[in-house]
Each structure stands twice: as C-alpha cells, then as structure tokens.
C-alpha cells in the first residue's frame, strides 16, 4: 500500500512566520506534488516535483517555495505567511511518467492569524 | 484547457439507495481518477479508470473514453459514503490532474 504522511493535521501560525509543511511517501515515486483547496475553488496544484532537486511551478505558485533534497520527502515552505495562505494544504505522490494514479497524504489544515 | 464536469454537484439520499455520479471531459485523456474526500479532509483514491470497468465492492466504475465521459456507481448506499466525490484527469501533454468540481453526496440514515 502507498503511504503518504504529511507533518501536522492541524496548524496554526501568525502572520510573517516562515512554515514548513512536510511531506513523505514510501513508495520510492519519482514524482510529487503539492495542492492546496479552498471552498469554491476546488484544488489548484502549486508546485510539483518529478525528481530530487527537479521542481516545476503549478497553477499558483506565489508565495509559495519548495525542496525535494531526497526522493521520499518533497517540503512546502511559506517564507511569510499571511492570512490568504490559510487553507487544505494537500500533498500527493506518484510513479514518474504522465500515466499512472496519485495518492494522497491526508492533508494539512493551516489557520493563519 | 480541458473541461471537467460532474453531476450531480449535490446527493441526497436515504441508507440504501443506489446512485450513479457522472463526469464529463472535454477532451482526450490518459488518465482518470475518482476520489472520495471524506469529512476529515483525506482524499481516498477509488479508481484509476482511463478507460473500461473496474469493481471494488459496492463501488464500480465505468469510462468511456470515445465519449467521454465516466460514471461511478454506488449501491447500497451506508451513512459512511457520504463525503464529496472527485473526477480528476490528465492529458498528454502535462502531469498536472485537472479536477471536477465535485459531487457532495449526504447519505442520510
């Protein structure tokens, strides 16, 4: 079965503070990716990563920045955090090509204030 | 860009019942998925289905894709389907999964 973990279910910061949202798979897939959803706007990829130190821009990427140093472990980094930033932050992995499913982690909740 | 469509965006039905979910796209794809996001927020994969028909359950699923366009079909309906079900797809031409907009399935007891 594929796992995917992510840091925190829940997390609430102020308003500047750097985040660091953690995410990990165990299933040595090449490629990973990170979403966030809101009501009404469904989800909308932010970042993806198809290799280690390999990273691509999604939909909407500002503010936002990434790191994938190992293949197991692909990072979502808000270097300011501000109130529109609080969202579902969801990460997802998959096997490397443009075929195959994505599996999901279960989300991380994060409340800026 | 491709356009990906559900209906219904809303289900209510009683413990029991069968329903079938619908999604539309715009144009060809290599692949689709259906999700079940449950309350808590986690996205469950139910099927990887390009094309064809799979079972796992109470829970089946069909794509056409020379029509395109798949269906989700759950029988028997228990309080613990209710939740939002996804359609999401990609193309050829990138690895992003574009989403439906859902469908918010009660299932009341």
């Known amino acids: 079965d594929v796992k995917v973990t992510q840091s925190s279910r829940y997390l609430v910061k102020r308003t500047g503070e750097k985040v660091f949202l953690e995410c990990v798979q165990d299933m040595d897939h090449e490629n990973m990716f990170w979403y966030r959803q809101d009501p009404g706007l469904g989800l909308r990829l932010i970042y993806f990563?198809?290799?280690?130190?390999?990273?691509e821009k999604g939909d909407i990427p500002e503010g936002y920045s990434v790191s994938r140093e190992k293949k197991e472990r692909f990072s979502l980094i808000l270097e300011s955090a501000s109130t529109n930033q609080t969202s579902m932050y969801l990460c997802?992995?998959?096997?490397?090509?443009?075929?195959?499913?994505?599996?999901f982690g279960p989300g991380t909740r994060l409340t800026v204030t | 860009g491709i356009q990906v469509e559900q209906s219904p965006p809303d289900l209510i039905l009683q413990e029991g019942a069968n329903s079938t979910l619908r999604c539309n796209f715009s144009d060809s794809v290599n692949n689709l998925q259906w999700f079940h996001q449950n309350p808590w927020g986690q996205l469950i994969n139910l099927f990887y289905?390009?094309?064809?028909?799979k079972q796992n359950g109470r829970l089946s699923a069909t794509t056409v894709a020379t029509e395109r366009y798949s269906l989700l079909y759950i029988s028997s309906s228990q309080t613990t389907d209710s939740g939002v079900y996804f359609c999401a797809v990609t193309m050829d031409s990138n690895y992003q999964l574009i989403w439906g907009a859902g469908t918010k399935l009660i299932i009341k007891p």
């Open positions: 289905i390009p094309s064809g028909t």
């Open positions: 997802a992995s998959k096997i490397g090509g443009r075929s195959y499913e994505q599996y």
């Open positions: 990563s198809y290799d280690v130190k390999m990273k």
